[in-house]
């Protein structure tokens, strides 16, 4: 697989239900971001990882709790989550973290909450 | 903080046509500046992006952009459309020295006519 790949791509889950998204790398890249995408508002820094390491949580609720075991891979390990937190995520990698480095984005998880 | 307009929410343009897209940012310095296209259950891709020296940015598909710091403005334009064009355009901005975080304006969804 090339590019950035992200699982499952559609998601319905309960209020009470725990479930993770996976997102997977295939760039080289050291930096990985989630992003949350909802209809009718534009897309929301969520995340940052460099080399394994969170350097943003943009005020995200705890109800979302990310994990990064390498620089490859990324997780959103989601729970107790409400309606509104349905929405498109998307996973995105850039080759690090400096100025105007080019974030390249997978095909999303849409997740529906019940 | 750094913010981004694009005023047009929905754009019609017939195919063989010319599209220009408006983008307008706020931010106290130059920024980088990126537009992105996402396409139906898509991730994002990028087309291309402004970071220093000539302000007249060349891109994938055709597309360019131009840069004009006294109008704080980033729009992006293609000479002739394709059907294939006809998806959700992003425009994003980076401020300088914090971390490669984007702040993406809400989007121009362009629909395309034969």
């Known amino acids: 697989e090339t590019g950035v790949t992200q699982t499952p791509r559609h998601l319905v889950m309960g209020m009470t239900n725990k479930k993770s998204l996976k997102c997977e790398q295939h760039?080289?890249?050291?930096?990985m971001y989630w992003y949350k995408q909802s209809a009718k508002k534009p897309l929301e820094l969520m995340f940052v990882?460099?080399?394994?390491?969170?350097?943003e949580n943009n005020s995200v609720p705890s109800r979302f709790s990310p994990e990064c075991p390498n620089s490859s891979h990324l997780f959103l390990h989601l729970h107790t989550l409400q309606p509104e937190d349905s929405a498109l995520y998307l996973c995105a990698s850039s080759h690090g973290t400096g100025d105007g480095e080019t974030q390249y984005f997978g095909p999303g998880t849409r997740l529906l909450v019940l | 903080a750094q913010s981004v307009t694009q005023p047009d929410i929905h754009i019609t343009v017939s195919e063989g046509a010319s599209l220009e897209l408006r983008c307008n940012y706020s931010?106290?310095?130059?920024?980088?500046l990126f537009w992105y296209v996402q396409s139906p259950g898509q991730g994002l891709q990028l087309l291309l992006k402004?970071?220093?020296?000539?302000?007249l940015v060349q891109g994938i598909k055709g597309f360019e952009a131009e840069f004009k710091r006294s109008q704080s403005s980033f729009n992006l334009r293609k000479p002739s459309v394709h059907w294939s064009d006809a998806a959700e355009y992003f425009c994003a901005v980076g401020a300088r020295a914090a971390g490669n975080k984007l702040t993406f304006g809400g989007g121009t969804r362009v629909l395309v006519k034969p």
């Open positions: 402004y970071f220093s020296g000539d302000t």
């Open positions: 931010y106290g310095a130059t920024p980088y």
């Open positions: 760039l080289g890249h050291n930096a």
């Open positions: 990882y460099n080399f394994k390491e969170q350097t």
